[in-house]
């Protein structure tokens, strides 16, 4: 499993992760279906430390994100893990618009006192800066889900460094081929691995990656105390998804684009929320720190809730469901789920924009729109 440092990104992700090429050897790893080894390796005895498998995608993610990646059963549970890290009554600042599921964990601890979770309006360094004092943990979202809020992530790793904090970025939109946290001073880079990494919307997974060895180690330790390795299927899937994600990230990226600009001009769309368009607030600010503006466009339908669902409902390409980052396209109103906060407009639409030709999905939304 061996790559060159000196490979373009888009090389790394096809040929790191591979057994030795000797005679008569498999290009990918097989699926291991085993629970338990037989003694003598000491990297290999029981599964839930890890199998060849685990260590064939980590290497290819660790390569992409510039440091040391461990890969999880899901998104969610890369959070518990690096919360685990923190001690008791710990400080974390937090988005208060982020992905509901890691809002609803934080707050969770907050309310038995296992941590105490300071939300703030990441877009704004200053109240960035102002909740900092004293705290453990700055976990950043960028964009964030689904308001497209851009948090100036070198100017949190300044804060951070100074109050003695780690820096937690949540990577999922971007990926690592579009946005590195870890190259912009971040401890931890995230992902749902499940959304774009993986790619086709059959794999439930995450990852953690950190330039940090002994930051890794705590890491995998805590998956291996959590229970969170991922199984065996999924993680082949995974990286077998992986070898594809700088062409798909590149198709889809320009389908993204395409449609928010064909958005911004029709009647019905009272606002389009992409950082790939100059209009948005903080595109300057995205495009400094990223490579590109990923595959996720929210807009905001005019009408009543009845309306914007029904224009979810009449799409016939656009597949009516949530997640994000399979080569399908998919679209939802998101206020339809009770955790997303009140600052989410009713009649947000969240577009998950795939492969599929630009004026076919286009003519699907434009009609879903008009009907």
């Not at 499993?1 to 008569?24: I, Q």
């Not at 390569?63 to 923190?86: K, M, P, R």
């Not at 019905?268 to 607030?281: A, F, N």
């Amino acid at each position: 499993m061996t790559h060159e440092t000196s490979w373009h990104s888009e090389t790394t992700a096809v040929t790191a992760g591979r057994p030795p090429h000797v005679p008569g050897a498999p290009v990918n790893y097989p699926i291991g279906v085993s629970t338990t080894f037989s003694a003598g390796d000491s990297a290999h005895a029981y599964i839930r430390e890890g199998s060849t498998g685990t260590e064939a995608l980590e290497q290819v993610l660790g390569a992409l994100e510039g440091g040391h990646a461990v890969v999880y059963s899901s998104g969610i549970a890369t959070v518990n893990a690096v919360v685990d890290l923190l001690p008791g009554g710990a400080i974390v600042v937090a988005p208060n618009h982020a992905y509901p599921g890691t809002n609803v964990r934080l707050r969770e601890l907050h309310a038995v006192g296992r941590l105490v979770v300071r939300e703030v309006q990441i877009d704004d360094p200053a109240a960035v800066e102002a909740a900092a004092d004293g705290a453990a943990l700055l976990w950043l979202e960028s964009p964030t889900n689904p308001l497209m809020e851009v948090a100036d992530i070198r100017a949190a790793v300044a804060v951070a460094q100074r109050v003695g904090a780690l820096v937690a970025v949540d990577n999922t939109f971007m990926s690592p081929v579009r946005q590195s946290p870890l190259a912009l001073g971040a401890d931890i880079s995230m992902h749902s691995a499940t959304k774009s990494i993986s790619g086709h919307s059959d794999a439930l997974i995450g990852s953690l990656s950190t330039r940090d060895a002994d930051l890794a180690a705590k890491l995998r330790s805590r998956r291996t105390m959590q229970g969170t390795l991922p199984g065996a299927l999924e993680t082949f899937l995974s990286l077998r998804g992986l070898r594809t994600l700088h062409i798909r990230t590149d198709r889809a990226e320009a389908n993204a684009l395409e449609i928010a600009q064909r958005l911004e001009s029709h009647p019905r769309v009272e606002k389009v929320l992409y950082v790939g368009l100059e209009s948005h607030p903080h595109y300057e600010r995205h495009m400094s720190q990223a490579d590109g503006s990923g595959a996720v466009v929210c807009f905001v339908a005019s009408g009543s809730v009845e309306d914007v669902e029904r224009i979810c409902a009449s799409t016939r390409l656009w597949t009516h469901a949530t997640s994000l980052g399979g080569v399908e396209s998919t679209l939802e109103r998101r206020r339809r789920w009770p955790a997303e906060p009140d600052a989410t407009p009713e009649g947000l639409i969240r577009l998950s924009v795939g492969i599929e030709h630009v004026d076919d999905l286009w003519a699907d939304l434009n009609q879903a729109l008009n009907a």
